[in-house]
């Protein structure tokens, strides 16, 4: 304040219009800088948000590469087992993957979800795990060099009962999923049996797009 003060009144005017022409440019700049931000659209910035992760997904993944690492699992590899879980299963939905107990999508889910389910239906009998346990010993935790347990241990009748109770289960249940069919009570019927059913969709599929104008001219009447 002191050297202030001291300056001329020259050297104070000058000091003055700087200083005013910096705030007017400042202004002038924040002013375009909010009309440019009005002319773009609504959700630009999460456009640009998203842009931005984009790339820096893409420099991951080229660096990942370059290193010979898979960009997958080291990208999952920073983030907790949840959110992993999260991301597999909109990736399915997103795919169109059905998962679920009733109608699993592939050999690997179905085999997954009946293991599920056994285990959910098992009864476990302790007393008899921890009298097995200690009439085994150290054979109670076999390894791939354990012989000594062949021809120890009989099944009991019950034990065979209920394997044989699952396995007609599973059959049962697989008769089920088997004899399934979707069916349109609205739809046309186009078929004279499942297989010809099958065979109308595939065609349809393949040819229906190019032969569409002649199927409604027929039905019309007006194909001549």
Not at 9 to 23: P, T, V, Y
Not at 61 to 85: F, H
Not at 122 to 141: D, H, I, T, V
Request: hydrophobic letters at 30%; one cysteine or more; proline letters at 2%.
């Amino acid at each position: 304040f002191a050297n202030y003060c001291m300056m001329s009144f020259n050297d104070r005017l000058k000091a003055l219009m700087e200083k005013k022409d910096s705030i007017t440019k400042q202004n002038r700049e924040a002013v375009i800088e909010e009309k440019k931000r009005d002319t773009l659209p609504t959700n630009w910035e999460n456009k640009r948000k998203r842009l931005e992760w984009q790339e820096a997904d893409e420099n991951f993944k080229e660096k990942c590469i370059e290193e010979g690492v898979d960009p997958d699992r080291a990208k999952y590899l920073t983030m907790s087992a949840d959110i992993v879980d999260r991301i597999a299963a909109k990736k399915r939905r997103k795919a169109g993957i059905k998962v679920g107990a009733d109608d699993p999508s592939d050999f690997a889910s179905k085999s997954y979800y009946k293991y599920l389910r056994k285990t959910r239906a098992m009864k476990p009998n302790l007393a008899a795990y921890r009298s097995q346990k200690s009439k085994l010993g150290e054979l109670a935790f076999p390894s791939a060099d354990s012989i000594e347990l062949i021809g120890r241990e009989n099944d009991t009748q019950e034990q065979v009962d209920r394997m044989a109770a699952e396995i007609e289960s599973d059959l049962q249940r697989r008769n089920r999923n088997k004899n399934r069919r979707t069916y349109d009570k609205d739809g046309d019927i186009t078929y004279i049996n499942e297989k010809n059913k099958r065979y109308n969709e595939r065609l349809e599929r393949f040819y229906g797009k190019h032969t569409r104008e002649i199927k409604q001219n027929l039905e019309r009447g007006t194909a001549l």
